[in-house]
């Protein structure tokens, strides 16, 4: 019996020194039921509520000082039965938070902006509309504030006691500190997920009769490069908040209130921000902000979007005809074994009349010719090999860093940006890149225009053996087509650069220059829309061109040119051209017959003919 008494009267005092240390944070003792955490309860309406609070995550929240009486201050009685809404905006946190404006605290200003604000409950609204409208704990969990990490407290708070000697000023640094670089203590990917959850509800939508483009706000904001970057973790490119709230971060209004941050009159003011495009004029308000691809918004990006697209199907469509024709061709008339290595010239079955010119007498010579895997004829300059480099490695490198955020949802785009070191290091490298792949742009125009000069100065200058497209070039595809369909016994007499390699030329040309446009476009907008003509027609569209012009360009060169250099029969494994600008005898011949006429005209090469003539006791069948 006393064993039992004793642990009755150890019970009791335990009991009331959790009691004691309840009330040192917690004077009205709340927590010694609303600990529990199976405390529930049935509303007036039928709904089961939980009642339970996790204290230690209370006391560190910014209410943890507060009382509950001082937010829920109907509470008379326990139990409690029907408690009021708690009002954020009556006067509340006592006396101590005189310290910093000498009076008693309170959210009524916060509170009265907010009502005026789109998201506030107006006297008109319908009840469906206003049960949907957001109250302050719909954005306002009461979540912990952690300080920014370019705010040093420590430093900082030795200052402020020199003065402010109130008790709780530390707790009141705290709660301001996170405001100090941005509107809002939320991350910008969650500000967004935020406002998504009605923006983007289809049910919502109907329910407030949202129209377009206001619909699809939210699709069309995650298809800019604003929402990719923060994607991947970036966090100095703008959300939602960042254009549609004013100075107040409560004070979101329509698009058509003259008081908008949005409206047509402000927008370029929003715009200037310190965090944003300081400088900026008034015409960057007519950049879209929300790259809608539906006609009723906006025509020429719909437009852009079906051109680029076609381009895309069309180019794929032709480019991938050609390599399946051009390959079962050459494997089938034996123009080359698969493997360049293993290949050896066949036997010319025919002897040659040593009478007049050699040259050209041989139908398909290539097949007939030694040559030296790694070149045997001189094709570029060491400029245009330098130049080539150049672009292959940028080219890579902008693949890398720059495609992961046009497929943004994927997986894989995300461990890239990853191993590169995170989005910010991703965008840096991606900026030297580009400025990189521009000034190589620029060396290589010197470099034509002086290697033209120069040629016409001397009298050597030759336009067929130049990039520039001629007729002639539109009748050899037209014999090379009808030689892989097997109309034609040999390939037409090229010049030094055929067909493909100037449309593909002509394309590199396009697709540098939509590139460089667009991508100034996106890095310095205040400028590029004050020079661009048509800046509320084009700038869109050339913002939009550069991920899609990335993807066609990554595709063709992958695919054909790649295809057609290294991979093809007789080109594979690899051709040296690039490295050694010099071309094996085999491939100039084929391809290139007029220049390899050229120069054995020159005295740069053999004559391959007479090569031939030479041997023909030994090599005739």
Same mark, same amino acid.
């Given at each position: ?37 199976? =405390? ?50 009556? !006067? ?28 506030? @409950? ?69 500000? %967004? ?13 109907? @329910? !407030? ?159 007939? %010719? ?65 400025? @990189? ?11 034509? @225009? ?43 007499? #090229?010049?030094?650069? #055929? ?32 020079? %661009? ?40 494994? =690899? ?47």
């Amino acid at each position: 019996m006393r064993i039992f008494k004793g642990i009755i009267t150890l019970a009791a005092i335990l009991l009331c020194l959790s009691a004691g240390v309840s009330l040192a944070g917690d004077p009205e003792n709340c927590l010694l039921c609303h600990k529990y955490q199976r =405390l529930r309860g049935y509303t007036p309406d039928g709904t089961l509520r939980n009642y339970y609070v996790d204290g230690q995550l209370y006391r560190d929240s910014i209410h943890g000082k507060l009382s509950c009486i001082e937010c829920h201050s109907d509470i008379e009685k326990i139990p409690h039965g029907i408690i009021e809404k708690v009002d954020c905006a009556k !006067v509340c946190h006592l006396d101590r938070w005189k310290a910093m404006s000498g009076t008693d605290f309170s959210h009524k200003d916060v509170a009265d902006t907010f009502k005026k604000s789109i998201h506030g @409950i107006k006297p008109d609204d319908k009840p469906e509309i206003a049960a949907l409208k957001p109250d302050c704990k719909y954005c306002h969990l009461n979540d912990l504030y952690s300080l920014p990490q370019d705010v040093p407290p420590e430093k900082i708070m030795k200052r402020c006691l020199n003065c402010h000697k109130e008790k709780g000023i530390e707790q009141i640094f705290v709660h301001m500190s996170h405001r100090m670089r941005q509107k809002t203590s939320r991350p910008p990917l969650e500000v %967004v997920s935020l406002c998504a959850s009605c923006h983007a509800d289809k049910d919502f939508q109907n @329910i !407030v009769g949202m129209e377009e483009p206001v619909a699809e706000a939210v699709s069309t904001y995650k298809e800019t490069v604003h929402y990719r970057i923060l994607q991947f973790g970036g966090t100095d490119t703008a959300h939602c908040i960042s254009c549609h709230a004013n100075e107040s971060i409560h004070n979101i209004r329509p698009g058509t209130d003259p008081q908008s941050s949005v409206n047509p009159e402000n927008r370029y003011q929003t715009c200037q921000t310190e965090n944003c495009h300081p400088g900026a004029g008034k015409m960057i308000a007519s950049v879209d902000s929300h790259l809608s691809k539906k006609k009723e918004k906006g025509p020429e990006i719909h437009l852009a979007e079906i051109i680029m697209q076609g381009l895309m199907f069309f180019t794929l469509f032709i480019l991938f005809t050609l390599m399946g024709m051009e390959t079962y061709r050459r494997i089938k008339n034996r123009d080359a074994r698969f493997f360049r290595w293993l290949r050896k010239p066949q036997k010319l079955q025919h002897p040659l009349q040593p009478t007049g010119s050699l040259l050209g007498q041989v139908p398909n010579l290539h097949r007939y %010719v030694n040559f030296t895997p790694k070149g045997d004829m001189p094709r570029y300059s060491l400029h245009i090999i330098i130049n080539h480099s150049l672009v292959a490695i940028t080219f890579i490198v902008a693949v890398v860093t720059g495609l992961p955020l046009f497929f943004h949802n994927s997986e894989l785009s995300h461990k890239f940006i990853n191993l590169l070191g995170g989005i910010n290091i991703t965008r840096m490298i991606h900026r030297v890149n580009a400025a @990189i792949f521009t000034m190589n742009c620029a060396y290589h125009v010197l470099v034509i @225009i002086a290697g033209t000069l120069k040629r016409m100065y001397s009298g050597t200058f030759d336009i067929r053996r130049t990039q520039f497209p001629l007729w002639k070039d539109l009748k050899d595809f037209y014999t090379d087509f009808r030689y892989f369909l097997g109309f034609e016994k040999s390939r037409p007499k #090229m010049e030094k650069f #055929m067909y493909k390699q100037k449309l593909h030329y002509l394309a590199m040309v396009w697709g540098c220059s939509v590139l460089t446009l667009s991508g100034c476009c996106l890095l310095f907008p205040e400028f590029m829309v004050k020079y %661009v003509p048509f800046a509320k027609v084009s700038f869109n569209v050339l913002r939009l061109m550069h991920g899609e012009e990335s993807v066609l360009a990554f595709l063709v060169i992958a695919l054909w040119h790649l295809y057609n250099v290294h991979i093809a029969p007789g080109r594979f494994p =690899l051709q040296w051209t690039f490295w050694t600008g010099r071309i094996a005898k085999d491939h100039q011949i084929e391809e290139h017959f007029l220049e390899y006429e050229r120069q054995v005209k020159e005295g740069v090469a053999e004559c391959e003919e007479e090569k031939l003539l030479k041997g023909e006791s030994t090599d005739v069948r």
